[in-house]
């Protein structure tokens, strides 16, 4: 793995953080859409509880990932790891299909030797979260940036789907955003600690936190003949 690029300034995560960043996420509800069909997300009651239960299971272990890769860990290694820790088929094309279109906006905005390898590599796409944390890497920024704009992610993508899904009031799910702050934290400190760890233990010690219920259903709703979002 070659020397990280001299940081680019914190700034640069409000950049990759933001939800007009042309990555292609705004064309998925991050499970939102089964879950509103479903019944279980009627409100900003409903959906602060589905945002926490995805922040602290796929979202702990996309921050992990992501801070590994932008620590300096193999990408590959870690895109074999992303792949053991998502059993869904569904999932995982979606999150390579993700990790496609955000290495095309990765390779365009911070260019450099480590986003061509990788794009040369997996040239299907890798994981969302591995490509993520080497654009971060790419952009100067920390593991531990990383990891919070992994976990921003996992909440910011259904909490926008349910506003379109829901008419969900956006100044109602602007404070789910925000209540969840601390958990935001939380999680990003966990997940860049996991990181660390598998710096010196390997992959093996990132954690494998898992939602079955969202692997269940993201598997239903890609045979869904119409629906609002790609998952």
Known sequence: MSVSPAPAGRAALL?????RFPAGGHAHSGGAEAAVKAGRIRDARDLAVFCRGRLHTTGLTAAALAAAVAGGMDPLELDEAADARTPSPALRATGRRLGRQLMRAARAIWP????????????RGAHQPVVLGLT?????????????CAVYETVSGPTTAVVRLLGLDPF?????LARLAPDLDTVADRAAGYARRAAHEGTGALPAASAPLLDITAEAHAAWPVRLFAS
């Not at 950049?15 to 939800?19: E, K, P, S, T, Y």
């Not at 450099?112 to 040239?123: I, S």
């Not at 971060?136 to 919070?148: C, F, I, M, V």
């Open 15 to 19: 950049v990759l953080a933001d939800g």
């Open 112 to 123: 450099g030797p480590e986003l061509e390898a990788l794009a040369a590599a997996r040239p």
């Open 172 to 176: 109602e799910a602007t404070a789910v």
């Open 136 to 148: 971060a890497r790419s952009a100067g920024l920390t593991p531990e940036d990383a990891a919070y």
